[in-house]
């Protein structure tokens, strides 16, 4: 971008540079950063209403703090675009989220200010308070601050960490980044000065020594105790932080630099567990974004910023997500005991349409994986019948609850993976990469593998029918362009298709590889089995399939691992065959961000790639049929 166009921001290199600023111009710094921002969200796509509502607290947390001597962690990790800007990063985002350049998150590799890598909710605090008793073990004079939105504040994790933190004596601050509310000009005012003044040494050292003084005469302690909590109660949220003892400071305006850096510089000279409360709002200075943050959360591509976001005049095809969500609605309509339930992912999921017909049995928990788990289980052992809409990579941070509470006991939960496989812009941290080879370990759990939008809804229906947990796991976006039957047709159990019939060499395809695996069927001849089960699996097709065959090849989106493949092998160990068997999937590695097709050729797993594998490992077996040929 021309320099021109944001001179002050130009002359930031680092945040040493911005430390040098005079304080009279960050407000003019603070209106470039966003203005830069904007353009470059535009041109590459990304978060945006996030960061547009975390230009002051950047610049303030860097102001203030010597960092990256100083630690501050970002939870998720996906308003840290002004971050990035300031720490010397603003000439490459123009390569966020693509392949080889900037993370769309934290990431420590990337640079020495990303200080913990974040893209997961709710895991700030418990980072910083760990990096900030490392410091006080290893005699470092260094802050940690955690920087948590109050969305994520709803996960159990954040408050495990505050209740840790609390009998802490390290110096922690926590910033409660809360966007869901707003403070009137004549209360921010007040909210200014009173936060000042409670983030100022001489009320901390004051507070103290009265506490002290009046431990003599208990009743006299609890009187005051009772008069301070009663006072700031007044102008500030419940003292629910102080309990957990943390000192608490605010609500303030995020977006008043006059109001955040001294009230900052105060609480960097305090000693112990800190609690800033700071207000923004999502979307700040657009004026599209601020009237919809919802929508302008990400934006998929590029854009005209006079403009904003615009509907593709064409229809695009529906991606799996709408599936799920037409198909939740269809069962709903059908069968009064469905319950649905998302942890705060109720657009990401498909359930808009769901919740506002269904609106008694929609159920958004928040930020609470480990909760809906349960709550399903729950739901289910009353005789309903509930379906968890989670990400294939949010369903990792409640695996015991799948183990312990629903399949232990054989409840009836249907768990609709989305985002399986490979996602693209937003890299390993949101792969569902694992998914197969977590869930078909686990007794009494079944795991389908649609391989088009029309099967998705077959084995969705499939699932339900079902009394016994079973996921249905598919990716992110559109799928092979399949139209959807009408009705709520159920496929046979745990049975697959033989799709083309070939000689020599079997593809065993789980999902949606099944296209670019009967294209290289095609070219090689090959047979191509549909499996659609990677658990139960389909053992008498396999067997078929493993008899008539000189070697079979297993393809998935998902890690090689313990995958289906895995279970393939198992099964043909098992029944004591021996056939050759070439398992193409995620290798060992995490897959960084960038176009989804590209990072799937990279992997080997487009048409080309199916073939090329299969025809170097088994050349012996080709080599016949193409002089027959």
């Known amino acids: 971008m021309p320099k021109n166009k944001f001179p002050l921001l130009h002359t930031i290199n680092d945040p040493a540079d911005l430390r040098a600023v005079p304080r009279a111009q960050l407000r003019e710094l603070s209106d470039e950063l966003r203005g830069y921002l904007l353009d470059s969200v535009a041109k590459t796509g990304g978060h945006l209403s996030s960061n547009l509502g975390t230009v002051e607290l950047t610049v303030a947390l860097h102001y203030v703090y010597n960092t990256p001597h100083d630690r501050v962690v970002w939870d998720v990790g996906h308003q840290t675009y002004p971050h990035k800007i300031l720490t010397g990063r603003r000439d490459r985002m123009g390569t966020l989220r693509q392949l080889g350049g900037l993370s769309g998150f934290p990431q420590r590799s990337e640079s020495e200010y990303d200080t913990f890598g974040t893209a997961h909710s709710s895991t700030s605090i418990s980072a910083a308070l760990g990096m900030a008793e490392a410091a006080r073990i290893q005699g470092v004079d260094r802050h940690a601050v955690a920087v948590i939105g109050d969305g994520a504040m709803t ?3 954040a408050f495990e960490a505050l209740n840790n933190a609390g009998v802490s004596a390290c110096n ?32 901390a050292a004051a507070k103290n020594a009265g506490k002290t003084v009046l431990k003599g005469a208990p009743p006299l302690f609890e009187l005051a105790k009772r008069l301070e909590e009663h006072a700031k109660g007044m102008v500030v949220p419940a003292t629910l932080f102080e309990k957990f003892g943390f000192n608490y400071i605010g609500p303030i305006d995020g977006h008043d630099l006059d109001s955040l850096i001294p009230t900052l510089e105060n609480i960097r000279q305090l000693k112990g567990p800190q609690f800033l409360h700071v207000v923004t709002k999502k979307g700040q200075g657009y004026k599209l974004a601020e009237a919809d943050p919802v929508k302008y959360h990400a934006a998929s591509g590029k854009f005209d910023p006079a403009v904003g976001f615009v509907k593709p005049t064409v229809p695009a095809k529906p991606t799996f997500t709408q599936i799920f969500g037409n198909w939740l609605c269809a069962m709903a309509e059908a069968d009064p005991r469905l319950v649905g339930i998302t942890p705060a992912m109720r657009e990401g999921s498909g359930m808009v349409e769901f919740e506002q017909r269904f609106p008694e049995r929609y159920f958004d928990v928040g930020i609470a994986e480990q909760h809906a788990v349960t709550f399903a289980g729950g739901l289910a052992a009353e005789g309903l019948k509930p379906v968890v809409a989670i990400y294939s990579t949010f369903l990792q941070r409640a695996y015991d609850q799948l183990i312990h509470d629903v399949a232990i006991q054989n409840l009836p939960v249907v768990f609709a993976l989305d985002r399986a496989g490979l996602v693209g812009a937003d890299g390993a941290t949101h792969a569902g990469a694992y998914d197969v080879a977590y869930l078909r370990c686990v007794p009494n759990v079944s795991v389908a593998c649609p391989s088009d939008e029309n099967e998705c809804h077959q084995l969705l229906s499939t699932a339900f029918a079902q009394n016994h947990p079973v996921a249905v796991r598919y990716p992110r976006g559109a799928g092979a362009g399949v139209a959807v039957q009408a009705g709520l047709e159920t496929l046979p159990f745990g049975k697959g298709e033989i799709r083309r019939n070939g000689k020599g060499i079997a593809i065993l395809a789980f999902g949606t590889l099944l296209h670019p695996a009967l294209e290289a069927a095609n070219a090689l001849n090959a047979t191509v089995v549909n499996m659609r089960w990677a658990k139960p699996l389909d053992t008498e097709l396999l067997l078929q399939v493993a008899g008539t065959h000189q070697a079979l090849v297993t393809v998935e989106d ?5 995958g289906a493949g895995s279970a393939v092998l198992e099964a043909l ?23 989804p097709a590209r990072l799937m050729t990279l992997q080997g797993l487009d048409a080309a790639g199916i073939q090329a594998s299969i025809a170097r490992r088994f050349a012996a077996v080709l080599a016949p049929m193409a002089r027959a040929a």
Do not use: K, T, W
């Not at 998902?558 to 313990?562: D, E, I, K, N, R």
């Not at 160990?573 to 995620?586: D, S, T």
């Open 558 to 562: 998902g890690c090689v691992m313990g």
């Open 155 to 157: 996960a159990g994790m």
């Open 573 to 595: 160990h098992a029944a004591g065959v021996e056939v050759p068997v070439l398992q193409l999937g995620l290798q060992d590695v995490f897959v960084e961000h960038g176009d």
């Open 172 to 203: 922690l601050l926590v910033i409660l980044n809360d966007n869901d509310m707003s403070i009137s000009p004549p209360v921010g005012a007040l909210n200014r000065y009173l936060a000042q003044l409670m983030s100022g040494r001489f009320y």
